[in-house]
Each structure stands twice: as structure tokens, then as C-alpha cells.
């Protein structure tokens, strides 16, 4: 071969590399393919899913292998999104534990084995130390009782108490008062104290008989809590859920926007639409009516527990009454509410963080670790418990960086009384952060929409259910949802056959866990929303002047909504400041191409800044060949806080649209990330 050819080649060669090249980097970079939406042809893309824009800081490379996603079939595809990535890490930083009290306690609780009862212990080298110049101090107690429904509880005392008090077996909570016994206005401390006490009547040996084939249950939950922020923020605890025997969900996806209905979804089976057609969750008695997951183990035989934290934003209380009736045994609410109300308070992370001595999640882990310590390792009875926490990781997604290492030494001690030996372990959460920091990053789509979801299975169940094992393994890649959840919680009792289980109408193609999942699930086999749906897949497009025209629409739908539940009067009316980001649907034939639907609709997500109160929104919505707008307004979300300007409506939907015209301030465009990198689907 002559120079002459050679070089000739190598100019070719070179020619074909670099047309190669920029093929790939025009179909990787989600700015690159734009077009006016009234166009009736739509290019042929890339076939690499959800595509990100040049402006975002996060590198993108071909995702080829399914090592790259969650998920990966053919009607889903969930990328699976570097927790660490150089965006999240230059806003991240590491929150140090706060404490309560720098005090000693004067007074502590002990537990007594053989005598199966609470001990109350008075520390006097403690006063000695604390009130030097105090010659006598006495203490008393307040018994907390639940009042007529969840909003009323009851102190009965002051009553004294002695040195090694035993507790009489009735009292399920307590708050003591310790003071100077010449001056009784002078407080020395406060403090407070839940027991789980041994229930009557219980048929001994039909509890034997159940936990010989019954696991306990035991659910704990961290709100707005993603799997990628969890992987981040607690470390340790992510360490410890890679032990034998735990199962993570990787493609689990939320079904609704809030706590509320992915809770209410997960108990009850129920569609959103479904329980709230059911009554009016804004008037007492409404959470009464429905049958919930621990009815059924109640049913079963089970002891049942409920703990939350955080009173102000508590599930069920949030705008809301609450329970008429006591709806489980174990019931930590009026124990929460009442010192609430009784205790120095101290708020971090925007919530109540400290009541009284201690960090509300303490109260809700230790009523946990009394109920496994009297319940799994000292008598036969199978338990089912869900303890909930929310102040430490609602508003801050650093936050959980501060209880790590407290929340793991839980789970040892939980370990020491025998929990992993016999119970079945969900650690959940509703939902990943929904608003702040992480809502303008290019991974916000997904944090939002993917909660972290671990099962455990003790070694003897394991054993039992080698199918479970393996349904459990295979599903960790397959998509899932809270509905799932439900019957895979349901699929434990119908083993042993409980008769009365609806396997519900909610979801058809639903189905518990410990079941191989189908492949080539959609979110619709799923019950999950369009707008929550993590699997499709959606290309950038150009702001138009026909996507603002539809951005506005949007924002009259929202004043519509306001408007017609006689919000108006209290609402400033919105407008739209800025149309930041348009992504469209593709939808796919049989070898890979986009194609137009058959009915030509179609369906594009926005993001959006409203004024005057600078609002941050996302939408889905779908349009028609004659550019009609169709939305619902649970499909417009807001991605930043609103707190401080909807105080004025107490509905939920109206909230995170309603500005109070009494919170009405000067909007500046500048007040909004405007370079905001978008999402990644």
C-alpha cells in the first residue's frame, strides 16, 4: 500500500470516528433534540433512556448494561443514580448529633425481669451533685391517660412515689416531676417515661401454639427517606441491612405525592380515591372506619403496636382528628402528645427534635425495644408493630447524618433481645425528600419517587420458605409498590391460614412479594400514577411558544382549583414567572423507534416558577391533536416549601397551591434557580 493510500485511509478512518462521535454526543445531551410540539413527525432518538441536559453538572455515560438501572425490561427502566455523585456531594455535608439536656438524670427506669415489672430509680449522689445547696427534694408523678379520642389525653397526679418505685402494672405512661421539698415551685427536672405492660387475658398457650409457625413483625419507618439518600446519609445503617438474610427493593416506587396516602395505601389496600370517597378525612371519626393491616394480625392472634414521632406533623393528625377509638394495643400517641405539651421542647431540622430530656425518635425506638424485650425474648407472643419517625429527616435530607450511628446501636440492641432471631424486619420509608436542596439537582425525579425499602427474614423462616427467598431475590430488580407491600404483609397470614383476607380490588395485577414479580411490569400493572412513575421514558424538548401557552394553563387550572373551593378570597391569584424545563413522553414500537400514539396524545412533564410567591412546580399532563390541556391536580406538585405562605387552608391540595394573601411578598425571579439542571427522566 502507497503513503499516498495510507494516508488516504487513516482520513477515512478518522472521518468515521468522528462522525461516530458526534452521533453519540448529539443523542446523549438532552438539549440537542428539540422540536415544536404541533410538528406531526417526531425524529427517531437515541435509544439511550432518560436522556439529561448539557446544563446539568452530573456526567452521563451510555447506560448499556442493566448494572446502570434499577430496573431494566422492556416496559421499565429505572436508572439506578449515583448516590455520590459531584452535584449532591457540593451540597452535602454532614449534620453533628444534637443533645437534649447536658444534665445527668435524676431520675431512670429499670427494668425487672423476674418480677416482670418497671422500676423507678431516684439517683440522690446525682442531686447531690446537680443542687448542692438544696438540703431535701421529693418527686411525683403524673399517669398520662388517652382521652375520649386522639386529641385529648389526661394527667392523673400529682401522685408521690418512693425510692425503686414499681410501677403498677396498669400505667402505660408517666411524666415526673422532681422539686425542692421546701419551695414546691421550684422544678429540679422534669421527665417522662412509656412502659409496655404485659396484657390480660391472654391465652397462653394458644400464643405458643401461634409463634411456633407465626414470625412477629416489626415495620420501622424513616420519613422522606430515598434509597439514594439513605446509601448517603446513613452509612452505617446501610451496612447493617447487607447482612444475610435482608432484601433490598430496588425498583420500589411511591404511589402518591405525601406521607399520607403511600401510608394509607400500604394499611388499608386503598386507592387514594377509594379511601377518600370513603368519608371526610378532615372530620373526627373517618380513620375509625377502615380496616387496617394490624386488624388483620389482630385478628390473627398478634399483639399490635403503633409509635410515632413528631406530633405536629403525626400521619394521622396532620390537618386531621386522629383515631375515636384506641386502634391498636400498644399505643404511643397520648404518651407523645402529652408531654409534647408538658416538656420543654426544642426545635432542629424544622420540627420538634427534642421533648423534654431526649430526642422524640428515642421515645418511638425505646417503646420498640420494650416491646421486643417483653414480647420476643421473654414470652411467646408474635407482635406486629410499626414505629415511625419524621423529625430528624422531613425537612433536611442531611439531617439522618446526625442519629446513624444511634440509629444502628438501636438495631444491636434489638439484636441482643433476639428480634432478627424470630421476627420478619421491614425498614421503609413513604416517600424521598419532596422539596429543598435536593429538588434542584438533576436527580430529583427520582429522589422523590424512589423510598428505600429492606425486608429481613429470620434464619428459621428462611429455612421454611426457600421460595420466598427466592421470589424476594429476583425482586429486587423488578418494579414494586406500596400496594405489593400490603399483600406481601397479608401473604404471612394467609399461610397459616386466616380466612377473611380480601386480596384486594384496588390492584389486580398487584401481588406480594414473596412471589416472583412479572417481568415486563408497567407502573400501570403496579398502581402507580403516571406522574410517579419512575419507568418511562422522557426526551428534552425545546420551550416553545406553544409549551408556555400550555405552562399557563396549568397555572389557570391551579387558580381554578383555588377558586372553585372557595379558596379565592384568602389565595393571591398565580401566574406563571418562568417556564424552566419540557420534557415529552416517548413512546416505543416493537424494534426501538418513537412513534406517536395511535389516539395522538400526548403527555409531557414541566417544571415551573410561579409569582407572586415564587412557587417551584412539576406537572404531567397530556395533550390532544387540538392542544387541549388535560390535568389533574394531583399531578401538579410543589418542590418547594409553603410552609410560611398556606397557613391560611388546611386541604392539602390547596396548600401547596394557596399563597395567603396576609403571607404575600415582592417575588423576584432571582429567588429560583433558573439554571436548574432539570431531571434525569
Given amino acids: 500500500m502507497t503513503r499516498h493510500l495510507i494516508v488516504k485511509y487513516r482520513k477515512q478512518t478518522l472521518a468515521i470516528i468522528l462522525v461516530f462521535w458526534v452521533f453519540i454526543l448529539v443523542n446523549r445531551d438532552g438539549n440537542s433534540v428539540v422540536e415544536e ?22 456526567t452521563v455515560k451510555p447506560l448499556s448494561t442493566d448494572k446502570d438501572f434499577n430496573v431494566f425490561d422492556h416496559r421499565c427502566k429505572i436508572p439506578r443514580t449515583d448516590p455520590f455523585s459531584s452535584d449532591v456531594m457540593s451540597i452535602f455535608k454532614t449534620e453533628k448529633f444534637k443533645e437534649c439536656t447536658d444534665e445527668p438524670d435524676l431520675v431512670s427506669v429499670l427494668y425487672d425481669g423476674m418480677q ?45 412515689f418512693g425510692q425503686n418505685w414499681a410501677v403498677p402494672r396498669h400505667i402505660e405512661g408517666i411524666v415526673v416531676e422532681c422539686y425542692e421539698l421546701s419551695n414546691r415551685s421550684r422544678i429540679l427536672q422534669r421527665d417522662a417515661f412509656s412502659f409496655i405492660q404485659y396484657p390480660d387475658g391472654r391465652n397462653e398457650q394458644q400464643d405458643v401454639k401461634r409463634r411456633r409457625v407465626l414470625p412477629s413483625v416489626i415495620m420501622l419507618g424513616i420519613d422522606s427517606m430515598s434509597q439514594m439518600n439513605f446509601q448517603r446519609t446513613m452509612p452505617l445503617t446501610a451496612q447493617f441491612v447487607r447482612q444475610l438474610g435482608w432484601y433490598e427493593m430496588l425498583g420500589y416506587n411511591k404511589i402518591g405525592d405525601n406521607t399520607l396516602p403511600n401510608v394509607m395505601s400500604l394499611l388499608t389496600g386503598l386507592r387514594s380515591s377509594q379511601w377518600r370517597a370513603q368519608c371526610n378525612i378532615h372530620e373526627p371519626g ?27 406533623i403525626d400521619t394521622f393528625h396532620y390537618f386531621t382528628f386522629g383515631f375515636i377509638r384506641k386502634p391498636v394495643d400498644f399505643y404511643l400517641r397520648p404518651f407523645i402528645f402529652m408531654i409534647q405539651n408538658t416538656l420543654n421542647t426544642v426545635k432542629h431540622f424544622g420540627y420538634e427534635y427534642c421533648l423534654g430530656r431526649r ?29 415511625w419517625s419524621n423529625g430528624f429527616s422531613h425537612n433536611d435530607f442531611r439531617g439522618p447524618t446526625s442519629v446513624d450511628r444511634d440509629f444502628v446501636s438501636y438495631l444491636e440492641r434489638y439484636k441482643e433481645h433476639g428480634l432478627f432471631d424470630k421476627a420478619v424486619v421491614v425498614l421503609f420509608s413513604d416517600h424521598g425528600q419532596r422539596q429543598g436542596a435536593l429538588m434542584s439537582l438533576a436527580s430529583s425525579f427520582l429522589e422523590e419517587r424512589l423510598p428505600m425499602l429492606h425486608i429481613y427474614l429470620p434464619p428459621w423462616y428462611r429455612e421454611q420458605h426457600p ?175 409553603y410552609r410560611n405562605e398556606s397557613f391560611c387552608v388546611s386541604e392539602h391540595v390547596a396548600q401547596k397551591f394557596c399563597a395567603c394573601f396576609e403571607a404575600n411578598r415582592t417575588f423576584s425571579i432571582d429567588t429560583i434557580n433558573v439554571n436548574d439542571p432539570g431531571t434525569p427522566c
Fill in 359 to 387: 430526642q422524640s425518635f428515642r421515645y418511638v425506638f425505646n417503646y420498640c425495644l420494650q416491646l421486643v424485650q417483653r414480647f420476643v425474648h421473654e414470652s411467646p407472643k408474635p407482635i406486629f408493630g410499626i414505629f
Fill in 116 to 160: 416482670r415489672q418497671y422500676i423507678v430509680h431516684v439517683h440522690e449522689s446525682v442531686f447531690a451533685d446537680l443542687f448542692p445547696d438544696i438540703l431535701k427534694f421529693s418527686c411525683v408523678y403524673y399517669e398520662v391517660l388517652r382521652g375520649a379520642n386522639d386529641s385529648l389525653t389526661w394527667r392523673v397526679g400529682p401522685l408521690p
Fill in 37 to 58: 410540539q404541533t410538528s406531526s413527525t417526531i425524529p427517531k432518538l437515541s435509544t439511550i433512556f432518560h436522556g439529561k441536559s448539557s446544563t446539568e453538572q452530573t
Fill in 286 to 312: 373517618c380513620f375509625d372506619q377502615f380496616t387496617y393491616l394490624w386488624n388483620h394480625f389482630q385478628d390473627a392472634g398478634y399483639l399490635t403496636a403503633y409509635a410515632e414521632d413528631t406530633p405536629s
Fill in 467 to 641: 421460595e420466598f427467598v427466592q421470589a424476594l431475590d429476583w425482586n429486587r430488580r423488578r418494579l414494586s409498590s406500596t400496594f405489593d407491600l400490603h399483600l406481601t404483609l397479608k401473604h404471612l397470614l394467609v399461610l397459616q391460614g386466616q380466612s377473611g383476607l380480601k386480596f384486594n380490588s384496588s390492584c389486580a395485577k398487584c401481588q406480594s412479594l414473596f412471589e416472583p414479580l412479572p417481568v415486563n411490569r408497567s407502573c400501570e400493572d403496579a398502581a402507580i400514577p403516571e406522574h410517579w412513575c419512575t419507568c418511562d421514558s422522557y426526551v428534552q424538548v425545546r420551550i416553545s411558544n406553544v409549551l408556555i401557552y400550555w405552562a399557563k394553563t396549568i397555572v389557570y387550572r391551579i387558580n381554578e382549583y383555588l377558586a372553585s373551593h372557595n379558596y379565592a378570597a384568602k389565595c393571591v391569584r398565580l401566574k406563571l414567572a418562568k417556564l424552566l424545563r419540557a420534557e415529552r413522553k416517548q413512546i416505543f414500537d416493537d424494534d426501538g423507534n418513537p412513534v406517536m400514539s395511535s389516539q395522538r396524545i400526548q403527555t409531557f412533564r414541566i417544571k415551573f416558577v410561579t409569582r407572586p410567591n415564587g412557587g417551584l412546580f412539576r406537572a404531567t399532563f397530556q395533550t390532544d391533536s387540538q392542544n387541549h390541556v388535560m390535568v389533574q391536580e394531583e399531578f401538579i406538585t410543589r418542590l418547594n416549601s
